[in-house]
């Protein structure tokens, strides 16, 4: 399979890209949510076709609004913790779930066969993430070129039991 180019195609901040994006998710939500995660919850796109990457739901709240949010997401599981990655396809702007975390750190996770999991978020310190960072990049290659296309530190949370 090609690697992916090392600069952001073009296109990938356009208003349509995010709607794609945002309904995309909606729908993994619904199926993975029906299925109790035996469809939806690995990623095959990308660095993910030919290795699958195991998918979460975290649900969130949003800062300003209070509104409850599920965001399908990439996750690395790392002993009892579970590892995710704000990268936002590489756009210059965190998302609104990182956002959302910093701000309402306990919250709740959905694996498969696990409809709800009680974690406390923190986003990892420089010498953590430098030591997640290869890991996940091994799970999903295009971890990498994200980086690469924005100029921001993208952030690695770790969710913890709690």
């Known amino acids: 399979m090609p690697a992916l180019p090392k600069e952001k ?3 990938l901040d356009k208003p349509i890209v995010a709607k794609i994006i945002k309904y995309g998710a909606k729908a993994n939500v619904a199926v993975y949510r029906l299925t109790n995660g035996r469809i939806g919850a690995t990623w095959r796109i990308g660095a993910g076709w030919r290795k699958p990457v195991p998918v979460l739901l975290l649900d969130h709240v949003g800062r300003k609004s209070g509104a409850r949010f599920t965001t399908p997401l990439l996750y690395l599981a790392d002993g009892p913790a579970l590892v995710i990655v704000a990268s936002q396809g590489g756009l210059p702007k965190n998302p609104q779930w990182f956002h959302n975390l910093v701000a309402h750190p306990d919250t709740t996770v959905a ?4 409809r709800s999991r009680a974690v406390r978020a923190r986003v990892a310190g420089p010498e953590e993430r430098a030591a997640l960072w290869p890991r996940l990049v091994d799970l999903y290659a295009d971890f ?3 980086q690469a296309w924005t100029d921001r530190e993208i952030p690695v949370v770790v969710l913890e039991p709690r």
Request: glycine fraction near 10%.
């Open 9 to 11: 195609p073009d296109g």
């Open 111 to 114: 694996v498969p066969r696990e």
């Open 144 to 146: 990498d070129n994200y």
